[in-house]
C-alpha cells in the first residue's frame, strides 16, 4: 500500500512531462522563450536607462512601473549626466547564476532543508524571467526568495532572524515580498527532484534487498553522489524546462557513470514496464541527454568578472554612484601627483 501510495507516483514523474509539454521538442521551445524573455527584459531596461538615467524600479499596485521622480525631472530638464553602461544579457546570466550559487550557501549555513533551496533558487529564476537584474536589486530578490520558501514549506524563520543571520537588514527581506509573490502569479507550490530521487532511491533499496548488505549501501552511496548533481542542476535552465523526475534520474545517471553502483539501465527499463506509460525508455534518455548538455553548458562564475557587473549594476540603479567612483579616481591619481616633503623619506616601492 505504502509503494503504491507513495513510491510509484513519484516513479511516474520520471516519464510524464509537463501538462503543456508533451514531448523533448515543447521542453526546447520553452528554452527558447525563455531566452527571448531575458533579452525582452534586458532590452526594457536599457530603455529605462536611456530615458531616466538609471534603472530601479517599483511596481505600483496596479501593475504600473514608477521610476525615482527626481530622475524624471532631471531627465525632461537635460540635466542628467552621461548614462551609465548597462549590463549585457551574459553580464545578467553571471549575476544571476552567482546569487543562485549564494542561496545554496545561506540555506546551508542555515541547515535548510533541501527543498527549502531548491524553491528558492526556482522563484529566484521564475522572478528573473520577468525582470532584469538591473531592474530589481538580485541581493534582495534572493533573500525574499529564501523567506517565502521557508514559509511555503512550513520552516519558519523570521525575517529578523534570516537578516540577522546574513547581516542584512531584515525590512529589505519584507520589502519586497510582494513583488515577488505577485511576478510568480502566487502559484508558490514547487515540486523538488531531491523528492523524486528519494522515491528512486527507496524503490532501488527494496530492489536489490536480496543481494546483501553491500548492494544497499551501494544504493545510499549513489544518493549522495546524486544529491551533489542535483545542486549543479538547480543552477541551471533545467529546473525550468524538466519535470523533477527527468531530474532526479539523470541526476542518477550522472552519479552512475563513472562509479556504476547498480545496473541502472536496467532499472529504468523496469520503471517504463511498469507503468505501462505511453512514453518510451529512448524518449527518457533524449530528456536526460538533454539535461546532461544544460548542465555541460552552464556558465562559470568567475570571481573578478562578477566583481566588475556587480559595479556597473550599482551605477545603473544609482547614477549618483558614477560621479562619487570618479571623484575617487581623481582623489587618488592627485595623492600619487603629489611631490615629497622636503626631508621626508621615500616610500618603500615594496612594502611589507
Known amino acids: ?58 511596481v505600483q499596485p496596479d501593475g504600473s512601473l514608477a521610476y525615482p521622480e527626481n530622475l524624471e525631472v532631471e531627465a525632461a530638464n537635460g540635466k542628467r549626466g552621461p548614462t551609465p553602461e548597462h549590463l549585457t544579457v551574459e553580464d545578467e546570466l553571471m549575476i544571476r547564476k552567482f546569487y543562485e550559487q549564494k542561496i545554496q550557501q545561506v540555506c546551508q549555513a542555515f541547515s535548510f532543508p533541501n527543498k527549502i533551496q531548491a524553491t528558492a533558487i526556482l522563484y529566484f529564476k521564475r522572478f528573473y524571467l520577468n525582470w532584469s537584474v538591473m531592474e530589481h536589486d538580485p541581493k534582495h530578490i534572493m533573500l525574499t526568495c529564501i523567506y517565502l520558501s521557508c514559509k511555503v514549506e512550513e520552516f519558519h524563520v523570521s525575517a529578523e532572524e534570516l537578516g540577522k543571520g546574513i547581516q542584512q537588514d531584515p525590512q529589505v527581506v519584507l520589502k519586497n515580498e510582494m513583488t515577488v509573490l505577485q511576478c510568480l502569479n502566487f502559484e508558490l507550490i514547487v515540486y523538488a527532484p531531491y523528492r523524486s530521487l528519494d522515491g528512486y532511491i527507496f524503490d532501488l533499496e527494496n530492489s536489490v534487498q536480496m543481494m546483501g548488505a553491500v548492494a544497499v549501501k551501494n544504493v545510499q552511496e549513489l544518493r549522495e553522489s546524486a544529491i551533489f548533481e542535483i545542486d549543479a542542476m538547480m543552477l541551471t535552465d533545467a529546473p525550468l524546462l524538466f519535470p523533477p523526475g527527468q531530474l532526479a534520474m539523470a541526476a542518477l545517471r550522472r552519479a552512475n557513470r563513472d562509479d556504476k553502483k547498480v545496473d541502472l539501465e536496467r532499472y529504468m527499463k523496469g520503471i517504463v514496464d511498469r507503468l505501462a506509460t505511453k512514453h518510451t525508455l529512448s524518449e527518457l534518455d533524449t530528456a536526460m541527454d538533454a539535461i546532461d548538455v544544460a548542465v555541460g553548458e552552464s556558465i562559470h562564475v568567475v570571481e573578478a568578472d562578477v566583481r566588475r557587473i556587480d559595479r556597473k549594476l550599482k551605477i545603473c540603479r544609482n547614477p549618483g554612484l558614477q560621479d562619487e567612483t570618479k571623484k575617487r579616481e581623481r582623489k587618488g591619481k592627485q595623492k600619487q601627483k603629489r611631490p615629497l616633503q622636503e626631508g621626508a623619506p621615500p616610500m618603500d616601492p615594496n612594502p611589507m
Do not use: C, H, W
Not at 501538462?19 to 531596461?45: G, H, M
Open 1 to 58: 500500500m505504502f509503494l503504491r501510495k507513495y513510491i510509484v507516483p513519484l516513479l511516474g514523474q520520471a516519464i510524464d512531462m509537463y501538462k503543456e509539454d508533451k514531448d523533448i521538442s515543447a521542453s526546447v521551445a520553452n528554452a527558447q522563450r525563455n531566452v527571448d524573455k531575458l533579452f525582452t527584459t534586458n532590452q526594457r531596461a536599457q530603455e529605462a536607462l536611456i530615458k531616466y538615467g538609471a534603472t530601479r524600479v517599483d
